[in-house]
């Protein structure tokens, strides 16, 4: 492995704490991943030395505060090879930024009859939103089936497209499943029928390197606290172009030009999709986060996770009577697992007393689940601070699983 | 027996194990052990949707006195479920609308009642007293 991971592991101090007097093994990272002290840092010291609201202030500190945030936006937008700041939104997190896409071009873009387009493995926050869009506009979801291995049936997908098809939201990454979805190709194929597409970065954002313009899609969005940074604050990529067409989503402070009784104009973008306070201390630590992971290497990061994955589902598939769920060559490093005859939520309770935090449930994709016939998994989910020994605490864990439950 | 003694006698039971390990393993026993339900109330009218867990519970009432059946897909929450089902059945539906289950924290499994983890085990206590509370009502009515 080229990362010192004893270097590393050292900047995330919750990471060396003991949970019922064990070693914690922390492989919850799909629902959240920890602090480097970096981010922690860049939170204190908005705290104790520059914080007051941003955009406004006349003052010196108000200035300071703006730079900072507006800083952030400019990491973000290199992080991910936007074409510019405006392109940045800064949202609560995933789940604002779907449902601000969701309203606002549905509002501009959707009629009675369209078919929007989503997958069977995405999270109830890529599906609830669209759904409250077509009962809003009389419009239809469609949805891409997925295989038995775990990728989008593809084929499926081309016939579901045709000229009804008006947006495509899919996942980059199953939370689940781990599967890394083909999302250029799904670009593409959407825009030959003229669709926008959107792309739920959730998972996605922090296994590699990213390219907007690449990939082409119409919108990506992802979480600050899946990469590292603080909760609460996230990211709407959506092009200049066709944010500046579609109407904001919320209305308040910060976001308009002018307000008279009669009627108020907007504030160019980005600021026009951030109505009130935005979290920018948040942000702050998001910059932070994106600086911590480009200073240990985004190539070697994914080395690592690569390494972890191929490692942890050797041995896991070594356990007899356990299934993986997931079993696509493009995969990042999140196992979903049964053992044969055991209960998701036994497993999960034993390996807690442990010290290993694992997800046990559906995930938050019941859909995806009830394709699998199942009505959940345990997910083991690594970060780039996982260590080859914390595979095999698991590995030794689900042992003792099989033993108390056999 | 009366309820407080059943729940004393559980908590003795299981002051004896200081290990997690062996009290999870005392749960598992229990949860195998849980005698089985009347196939016709393992359906949807009967399910307590936890998050995670599933738990089906039923009750009927004989001579007066609530018999409880219930059921659980995980085994651990089963075991828990036999400790409830030991202390709250075969009682008249008073006794068990005003039980205050102490024995819960003392064994250690608080942490399975907490409204905020997701077993349904919380709202399978709450529906074992509705139980009683409707058999309270129609007893009364």
Redesign the interface.
């Known amino acids: 492995m080229s990362l010192d991971l004893n270097k590393i592991r050292k900047d995330f101090p919750l990471l060396s704490q003991d949970i ?1 007097k064990k070693p914690l093994v922390y492989l919850d990272n799909g629902a959240t991943t920890q602090k480097p002290q970096q981010v922690i840092d860049a939170e204190l010291e908005m705290y104790n030395a520059l914080n007051s609201n941003i955009h406004r202030g006349v003052h010196y500190l108000s200035n300071c505060s703006t730079d900072k945030f507006e800083e952030a936006r400019k990491k973000i937008k290199d992080f991910i090879k936007a074409s510019s700041d405006k392109e940045i939104v800064f949202t609560a997190g995933t789940t604002a930024s779907v449902n601000t896409i969701a309203f606002s071009l549905g509002e501009y873009w959707i009629e009675p009859g369209d078919e929007i387009i989503l997958s069977e493995m995405e999270h109830h926050s890529n599906i609830v939103p669209w759904q409250m869009l077509c009962e809003r506009k009389g419009a239809k979801l469609k949805v891409i089936p997925v295989l038995d291995n775990g990728e989008l049936d593809i084929d499926a997908y081309g016939k579901l497209l045709s000229d009804k098809t008006k947006i495509v939201s899919v996942t980059h990454v199953s939370n689940t499943l781990g599967t890394i979805n083909p999302i250029a190709k799904i670009t593409e194929m959407a825009h030959s029928k003229d669709a926008y597409v959107v792309i739920d970065g959730a998972q996605g954002i922090q296994h590699g390197q990213l390219n907007v313009k690449d990939i082409d899609c119409d919108f990506y969005v992802f979480s600050g606290h899946k990469i590292f940074a603080p909760t609460g604050i996230g990211v709407l990529y959506g092009k200049e172009e066709i944010l500046n067409k579609i109407p904001p989503y919320q209305g308040g402070g910060d976001m308009i030009d002018t307000v008279t009784f009669e009627k108020t104009t907007y504030a160019e973008l980005p600021f026009k999709f951030e109505a009130g306070t935005a979290n920018y201390i948040g942000a702050v630590g998001l910059g932070a986060a994106i600086d911590y992971i480009v200073s240990v290497g985004i190539e070697d990061i994914a080395e690592q996770e690569k390494e972890l994955l191929e490692y942890a589902t050797k041995k896991l598939s070594s356990i007899d009577g356990l299934k993986i769920y997931g079993t696509s060559e493009n995969k990042v490093s999140t196992i979903s697992f049964l053992l044969d005859g ?5 497993t999960g ?2 390996l807690d ?1 442990l010290g290993i935090a694992v997800r ?3 995930h938050c994709t019941q859909p995806l689940t009830k394709r699998f016939g199942i ?2 998994t345990v997910r083991a989910s690594f970060a780039f601070y996982n260590t080859k020994e914390e595979v095999d605490a698991l590995y030794d864990g689900l042992l003792k699983v099989k033993e ?2 056999g | 027996m009366t309820l407080n003694e059943l729940q004393d006698e559980i908590i003795e039971e299981f002051a004896i194990y200081d290990d ?2 062996d009290r ?2 005392y749960l ?1 026993d229990l949860g195998k052990d849980l005698e089985q339900i009347d196939p016709k109330y393992k359906t949807e009218e009967y399910i307590i949707q936890g ?4 738990v089906w519970v039923n009750a009927d009432l004989v001579d007066g006195k609530i018999k409880y059946g219930a059921d659980s ?5 089963k075991g828990i479920i036999a400790l409830l089902i030991r202390v709250l059945s075969n009682r008249e539906p008073s006794e068990i609308v005003e039980a205050d289950l102490y024995f819960i924290d003392k064994i250690g499994l608080k942490e399975n009642l907490s409204p905020t983890r ?2 349904g085990l919380v709202a399978m206590v709450k529906q074992m007293r509705l139980y009683a509370l409707a058999y309270k009502a129609k007893l009364n009515g």
Do not use: E, P, R, V
């Open positions: 019922y055991i209960h998701h939520l036994d309770m034993i007393k046990t449930g559906h009505d959940g108390l439950f | 997690w390990m999870y393993n598992i998050c995670q867990s599933k897909d995980a085994i651990i929450t997701a077993n």
